[in-house]
């Protein structure tokens, strides 16, 4: 099976910065990647398709690039409410596994 | 809007089974294949488990195969997921999720609020 793999696993960063988070792919999966976000105690939800599409009523701070193997996605300009666990996950086909997830804390 | 409302959580213990229910309104359900996603307490998404929108088509993930099964009722709006010879490591809380395209393998674009269960002695 494929294995997804995030990094980082935690990050802080300051308000107004750009934050960065990558998901790796152990076979290509073209670009049947999509991310999630999760708040604390929240429902996860989902920010992003096929790599790169933004699913609809998400800020336009995030944006998902990649394709194959590696994929990121990237808040252009952090902010309080973006406080969350991020997760990747393939659906080229079954198991539909998650990545580990990375947590984004404010500085 | 688009709703969807597990339930059938609760405490079982080892070896004991339990069936989570999926009602969902909002959305013309007989279209859209389901899943289940699990997530331990403090760890991270587990898929466990998808359904094609006219049950022709069923994934199970490796740590749930042949103990439990999904299963859907279009004429009520329902996915289910019965769970056999409960482990401890089931413990989690069980969220029913849309299948985002008409693909029964995609990503989930809608979620319910998710039903804990927990298998302890």
């Known amino acids: 099976d494929i294995q997804m793999t995030q990094s980082p696993s935690s990050l802080s960063a300051s308000v107004g910065d750009r934050v960065t988070i990558t998901c790796r792919a152990s076979q290509g999966i073209s670009n049947y990647l999509a991310w999630y976000q999760q708040k604390p105690g929240k429902v996860p939800k989902l920010l992003v398709y096929a790599a790169s599409a933004l699913q609809s009523g998400v800020s336009s701070r995030f944006s998902g690039s990649g394709s194959g193997t590696d994929f990121t996605l990237t808040i252009s300009s952090l902010q309080p409410e973006d406080v969350a666990i991020y997760y990747c996950?393939?659906?080229?086909?079954?198991?539909?596994?998650f990545g580990g997830g990375t947590k984004v804390e404010i500085k | 809007e688009v709703q969807l409302v597990e339930s059938g959580g609760g405490l079982v213990k080892p070896g004991g089974s339990v069936r989570l229910s999926c009602v969902v309104s909002?959305?013309?359900?007989?279209?859209?294949?389901m899943n289940w996603v699990r997530q331990a307490p403090g760890m991270g998404l587990e898929w466990v488990a998808l359904?094609?929108?006219?049950?022709?088509?069923?994934k199970y993930a490796d740590s749930v195969k042949g103990r439990f099964t999904i299963s859907r009722d279009n004429a009520r709006n329902s996915v289910f997921l019965q769970m056999n010879s409960l482990r401890v490591e089931d413990t989690a809380v069980y969220y029913c999720a849309r299948a985002g395209t008409a693909l029964p393998v995609a990503f989930f674009d809608y979620w319910g609020q998710g039903a804990l269960v927990t298998v302890s002695s």
């Open positions: 996950q393939k659906y080229d086909s079954a198991p539909l596994t």
């Open positions: 909002g959305f013309t359900f007989s279209s859209y294949g």
């Open positions: 359904i094609s929108s006219g049950s022709s088509y069923i």
